[in-house]
């Protein structure tokens, strides 16, 4: 059975219309047993796209697109991940990449559990032959390959597909206008060659062709099957102490400052400490409570920590919060509930002005691998995406702006607007080049259109970030290349 490996997805950003949702279901319909992603520059879906194949019953296969310079010359490789250690390796190669390592020699020592796809036009380059010595490597065709054509290596099929329906490579035209400009032309939008097609055309194709191409792709995809089951645990606050000592001491130090450490408080103390450590939870304690030590000895003003939070006298006797829960009854559980595992939530203000340097002394407190910001994503919103299709038509900032100001805020998005909004339908009706803009415009609404950073998500860990998540650069720490429910 043919599997598609060579997916780009809305990740790829300006550069792919394929929804993961969408691609899952119509694979599922189309018959496909294992499909896989293969997004330029990014693992963004990596994550994600695994665990919802895995809920669709299809089998996922992970890959990047990225170029390298090899033998002198910019190669645009596909790394397929064949196992978890093949995963875990395009983290590291993905970060690397992110990073200006650009050297394929960069990369040599992560190449196990890994596949390696090269483009056609470098199938005849003697020097990719020694690839063969550090991983499996083969030359991607597709369905245009000609047929006589002989290469050094050994042959994948390895078509791209960008769209769903057919219908949707004007909609991928659109994107590349919006990332490279130029006006939309819809007479030039011809063919499907990026069409997701049924699995059993393309088996026929390159069983009459390529048949050793498509045995080594059946024996590729035949075992492979990522676990994410490894645990992302904090940095150890202290290494040379037990956290749960550490932390019955500062908080026992702290109490007796700020009450007359009486015996209620001293059971409601033990008490807190015995579910904290119980839930692991020794070293976020003193973390936060270390981080916002040192926002008050630098004079850095921060909140005093909102929400569920105030109800824990661990928390106000290390200063996290400043409300006594015992004088203002206020409850424990609501906060942390053995029963309820969860991270513990507690809301601190800090000022954007001086953010980066509480971000700054993390990444020196804990290692620059060790602490990351989340990555978010800027997507179509309504206006941007009326807006860019426009522009891609021709139309003027004068048309642009009267077409965006017959939006109306009440409406989340274009469909709800086209039917809520009398001013606005009725424009539509009247030209059939708005109409068409707006049709466009809907189908490209609440894609990522680039990349951005969470304003309140720090993640940190033990071991170096590398080993669980991909990251790029940012301005004061890493970036995580997954979102924040995913990491």
Not at 419 to 430: I, M, Q, T, V, W
């Amino acid at each position: 059975m043919f599997a598609q490996l060579n997916t780009k997805t809305e990740y790829s950003f300006l550069d792919s219309v394929v929804r993961l949702d969408d691609y899952l279901e119509t694979a599922k319909r189309l018959g496909y047993q294992t499909v896989g992603i293969c997004d330029v520059g990014n693992l963004h879906a990596a994550f994600q796209f695994v665990t919802k194949a895995k809920k669709h019953r299809l089998s996922p296969v992970l890959a990047i697109e990225l170029v390298f310079e090899f033998s002198g010359l910019p190669i645009s490789f596909a790394f397929v991940a064949k196992n978890t250690l093949g995963y875990k390796h395009l983290l590291r190669i993905s970060t690397l990449h992110n990073y200006g390592r650009t050297n394929f020699t960069d990369i040599e020592n992560f190449l196990d559990g890994l596949a390696l796809v090269v483009p056609e036009s470098y199938g005849n380059l003697a020097a990719l032959t020694k690839l063969s010595n550090l991983a499996e490597t083969f030359v991607g065709i597709n369905q245009f390959t000609d047929k006589n054509e002989h290469f050094l290596l050994p042959t994948l099929p390895f078509p791209a597909t960008r769209y769903l329906s057919a219908a949707d490579n004007s909609l991928l035209d659109i994107l590349h206008i919006v990332r490279d400009g130029g006006i939309f032309d819809d007479s030039l939008t011809t063919g499907t060659s990026e069409l997701l097609q049924r699995p059993e055309l393309y088996n026929q194709l390159f069983q009459k062709n390529f048949p050793e191409a498509l045995s080594n792709l059946s024996k590729l995809v035949a075992d492979i099957s990522y676990e994410f089951d490894e645990k992302l645990d904090l940095p150890r606050f202290d290494k040379n102490r037990s956290a749960a000592d550490l932390l019955r001491e500062t908080a026992l130090t702290g109490l007796k400052k700020l009450t007359d450490g009486g015996q209620i408080y001293q059971e409601r103390l033990n008490r807190e400490l015995s579910v904290i450590h119980q839930m692991g939870f020794d070293d976020y304690f003193l973390i936060v409570a270390d981080l916002l030590r040192y926002a008050r000895e630098n004079a850095i003003y921060c909140g005093m920590g909102r929400g569920s939070a105030a109800g824990s006298l661990v928390a106000y006797a290390l200063q996290i919060t400043h409300v006594d829960p015992v004088k203002n009854n206020l409850f424990f559980e609501r906060f942390l509930n053995p029963e309820r595992v969860a991270m513990p939530d507690i809301d601190i203000d800090m000022p954007d002005d001086r953010r980066g340097e509480l971000l700054a002394y993390m990444k020196n407190r804990y290692g620059s691998d060790h602490v990351a910001q989340i990555v978010t994503f800027s997507t179509f919103g309504k206006r941007q995406a009326l807006r860019d299709v426009g522009k891609a038509f021709g139309l003027t900032e004068v048309e642009l702006t009267s077409l965006t100001r017959l939006l109306a805020y009440r409406f989340g998005n274009l469909s709800d607007e086209y039917e809520g909004n009398p001013r606005f339908k009725a424009a539509l009706l009247k030209n059939p080049r708005l109409q068409r803009i707006y049709e466009l415009a809907r189908r490209i609404e609440g894609m990522p259109r680039q990349t951005s950073t969470h304003a309140s998500g720090v993640v940190l860990s033990e071991e170096s970030l590398v080993n669980y998540v991909a990251l790029k650069p940012s301005d004061d720490l890493a970036l995580t290349q997954y979102e924040a429910p995913n990491v």
